[in-house]
């Protein structure tokens, strides 16, 4: 029988600070602790979102809050004086900033390598536990960037293809540059892997539309704090937003054909990505796990990862259409033999999934678990999610399409109103902090069940 439960997302009197230290902002006093995992009370007023903002400054020990619509009374007086002046102080303030996303809360300090195959035309980042201890962390500037580039021209490519699929408005384009050109992932580069931690449980991860290998950092460096690497795909099928190919050939955002929208053909077009996508993986998974592509087993190598990998305990995980084709992917790799422990699908787009899928009780061989955003969610996906009898299914109300992403706390909520990635009454990091912990509850055990989680974050769940 299915089990379905729902989390309460930004409601009630508690938040969760996203970081720790001290303060107050927007009317929301909060109290420092480490990693996230704050809990932060209302002081009786009534708390008015302004685009909150984290970022770390360059010069500064700790994290802190800013508030974007704090900025808006002084820049306004300055701006009587000297328009000058105030866009040189905004350039100096974001100079000096580096944004860091979201801290893992697991043991281990994640680790990262980027990895272009020519061999396989593979384009991967893997996050896996480290050796290093929290003390030998590397400064912020050392960290990868948020948008992937092996030179500046590569990774000027890569914004701007972001923003070109997103639609983004020219007068936007350059603000919001301004703060995911800075951003960094909580993951020291090329450090070498924990020894303690014997083999590691394997997650491939998929992305959905728009997205690139690093979109889902914090969802992934939370995986690899508590032991497990994830190999997160940069798909060529022309559902990234833009890809640069070990070769140096170019992939940008493929939209469906105009004419094709509504149709068959529609589905024809995102059945065949699917498709492309699932062979990737299966690629992917070969070089990790037989040792077909030299440039992956090199790279592995170098980190101390070679031969590290548990295979017998493969999970799939996605969001949206990479939700989709975790799903399609679990009942090929059970076609051929291949044991999957779990398929953990983030807010799936069914959509592109093959008909047989629906049919083929792949939830009798792969434990099967869907966490859905409130805002996204329909009755036609849910009742494709409904052919798997035996799968767990958690929703997140309040909840948007983009929750599992980073880029609802990558950027300040303002801009992101203005391109239309937020819902109201959503706490950001809330949100994605529960689905992560979710995501790695049914990883590590395979089940999920209310009486296991935080119960003040529970309700009984009906429908949508």
Partial sequence: MSAFVAARVGAGPFRRSPIGGSGCCSGLCWSGSH???????????????????CMQLEAGVVNEMVSWSSWVPW??????????LVVSLRAWLLNRMRLALTAPTGPYVPGSIDVKCKDSDLVFRLFYPSSLSPAEVPPLDALDKWIPGV??????????????????????????LSFIAQARIRAAPNAPAAMDAGKLPLVIFS?????????????????????FCVAAIEHNDGSASFSVRPTGQVTEF???????RGTEREFEF?????????????SLLDALDRGTSLHVTSQMEKVGLAGRLDTTQLHLSGHSFGAATALELAWDLVKQGRQVQSCV???????????????????????????NNSQFQWETNLQRMASFEKRVQVTLVGASHQ?????????????????????????????????NELALRFLLGGKLAAESFRPSDLVAWDQL
């Fill in 35 to 53: 990693s996230g995992r704050t809990i932060a009370t209302t002081t009786g007023k009534k708390s008015v979102r302004t685009g909150v903002l």
């Fill in 207 to 227: 992305h959905g539309l728009h997205g690139l290998r690093s979109t889902y950092s914090v969802h992934c460096t939370e995986l690899a704090s508590h032991g």
């Fill in 151 to 176: 030179d500046e021209s590569e990774f000027n490519m890569y914004v701007r293809g972001l923003l070109q699929s997103l639609g983004m408005d020219r007068r936007l384009y350059r603000i919001l």
């Fill in 403 to 435: 929750t599992q992403s980073d880029l609802l706390i990558l950027v300040p909520e303002l801009l992101l109103r203005l391109i239309g990635m937020t819902a109201d009454g959503m706490n950001a990091h809330e949100s994605l902090a529960i689905s």
């Fill in 345 to 371: 699908a983030l807010d799936s787009w069914l959509f592109p999934v093959s008909e047989h899928v629906f049919k083929s009780r792949v939830d009798e061989h792969v434990s099967l678990a869907f966490v």
């Fill in 75 to 84: 820049a306004t007086t300055l701006a009587g004086g000297s328009a000058a």
């Fill in 270 to 282: 995102r059945n065949a990505q699917l498709r492309t996508r699932v062979g990737e993986v299966v």
């Fill in 254 to 260: 493929q939209p469906v054909p105009v004419d094709a």
